[in-house]
Every structure is written in C-alpha cells, then in structure tokens.
C-alpha cells in the first residue's frame, strides 16, 4: 500500500513539475510576444483613426457617408489633408454633398485633393491650387504625346521657333514639370479612351507661366513630353538648334587685313605751258 502511494506521489510530483514547466514555456512565448508588439508600437507610433474611401468612386460621383469608412493610421505618417472627423468631412447645413475630383480606389484615404468642398461641383476650378489659372495648349499629333497624355500627369514643354541670327531655328524648353488638369473637355483620366487623340491639353499655370505659353503659342510650335511626377523640375536652361543637333561647328571668318594704301606725290615741271607730273617723288603735302 506504501509502495502505491509513493509511486502515485512521484507520478502526480513529475506531472505538477511539467506542468509548471510547461507553464514557464507559455509565459516566455507570451512574454516575447508582448515585447514584439511593444517594439512594433513604438517604432510605428501612436495610431488615429481616419477616413478611407471603402468602395471605389469615379470622377463627378456624390460622396456619401456610407462610402467612407473609419481605420486606424500611424499619427505619424498621416497625410497634411486627410479627414479624421466626420463633422469636418460631412458638415451639418452644407449646401450640398461633396463630389469626387479623382476616380478612387477602396482603402485609398479620403483627402481633400480627392473631394470638392461641400455643395461644390466637380469642375475645372475645383482642381485649380490658390493663385494658379487654367490655359488650354492647341496641340495635335506632331506635339509629342498628344495620344499619351492623361488629366493629372506632368509634362515639360517644350518651344520651337524662328530666332534671329539663328539658322534653322532654336528649340527651348521653357516650362517644366507641369500639372495638366484637363485634356479636352475631359478633367479625369477615366474619362480618356487610351486611343483619343488630345486636340487640347489645359494645364494649372501661375499668371507668369500663362503669359509665357501664351507669347510662346503665338510665335512658334509647342512639343509635349510626359514627366513622373511634380518633383522632376529641370534647372537651368535646355535648348538646342540645328547646327549643335547636327554637331556642326560654325566656321569663323578671319577679315581679310587690307594695307592702307600710300599715298604718293611726284614733282611736277612746266612743258610748253603745261604742268605734267615727273618721275622725281617728293613729301605730300598734307
């Protein structure tokens, strides 16, 4: 009888020891779990809830509160113009709802380039930044990307003309990285067949950048050519003309140096009553 308890004392004593061992196992995995998640908070900061679009919307759709949805975001990671309270998204007494200046995706963060302001229609002036204008460029299928170009791409362009003292004329870019905002009458890129042939393309320009496209529209023929995006500026001054395209050196005409000619003065006798020139040379008088 002794002999049974014992044994049932060290079988119960080996299990109570595996227990606590196993015990000892899952409070380390837990509490390398919650270091893990602690390292992963602090590097990812403090999360807020914003606004996403949760369905996809197309350009000119009403913005509803049931097309919006709330998720979490790293605080410091957020974008300058994303929502993060309804009452600012979805204000009370608006005039009218907001519409869609950009076709979205779902999960894209509703921001305040995407949608207009309250009661505002989606149009040409609602995708125009503060102090810039709208200026529709005539361009055809010889301007370089005419078949390429899409509302809200960038592009560079780029003058060619007549310019005195210039052989063949000279071609200057002389805008860079340029937000286009319509092409045609279209003002988003869905609305664009990938096969439509631009006949106008209506960027957002400063009052100063106008007036260079419009002197430069009226005196020559302007070239498109897409850039990535609004960070691919061109510094400096980028022209070419014939004879640098061609790699011709003008050759420099050396003037001829011609000697001044000398004067010279002979003495002069007197011959039957005629004065006539002889072969004696004598100082002329000045």
């Known amino acids: ?20 061992y ?44 049931d097309d919006v949805q709330l998720i979490y975001w790293p605080e ?19 005039d009218g709802p907001r519409y869609i200046m950009r076709s979205t995706e779902a999960f894209e963060p509703v921001l305040a380039s ?12 609602s995708k125009l ?13 010889d301007s370089g990307v005419s078949n ?27 805008e860079s990285a340029i937000l286009v905002i319509a092409v045609d009458n279209a003002l988003n890129e869905g609305q664009v067949a990938s096969d439509t042939v631009a006949k106008t393309v209506t960027v957002a320009a400063t009052p100063e950048q106008v007036a260079r496209l419009a002197q430069a529209q009226s005196t020559g023929r302007l070239t498109l050519s897409l850039a990535r995006d609004s960070s691919e500026t061109v510094d400096g001054t980028v022209e070419t003309d014939t004879n ?9 005409v050396v003037p001829e140096v011609v000697a001044p000619e000398v004067k010279k003065c002979y003495a002069k006798q007197r011959s039957g009553g005629v004065l006539v020139d002889t072969d004696v040379e004598i100082p002329c008088k000045s």
């Open 1 to 20: 009888m002794r002999a049974i308890f014992a044994l049932v004392l060290l079988v119960g004593m080996a299990l109570a020891g595996m227990a606590v």
């Open 22 to 65: 196993m015990i000892q196992g899952y409070m380390a995995d837990l509490e390398g779990a919650l270091q893990q998640e602690q390292a992963f908070n602090a590097k990812a900061g403090k999360l807020v809830e914003v606004y996403v679009f949760a369905k996809p919307k197309k350009y000119g759709d009403a913005l509803a509160e």
């Open 76 to 94: 410091k990671a957020l974008p300058k113009t994303i929502y993060k309270d309804k009452a600012t998204l979805f204000p009370e007494n608006a």
């Open 114 to 125: 995407r949608v207009t302001e309250p009661g505002q229609l989606a149009s040409l002036t």
């Open 129 to 141: 930044e503060k102090g810039k204008r709208a200026f529709a460029i005539k361009i055809g299928m």
């Open 148 to 174: 390429f170009v899409k509302p809200d791409d960038y592009i560079d362009i780029l003058w060619t003309g007549n310019v005195a003292g210039v052989e063949g004329g000279m071609t200057r870019q002389i």
């Open 244 to 252: 640098a395209m061609l790699g011709i050196q003008k050759e420099e």
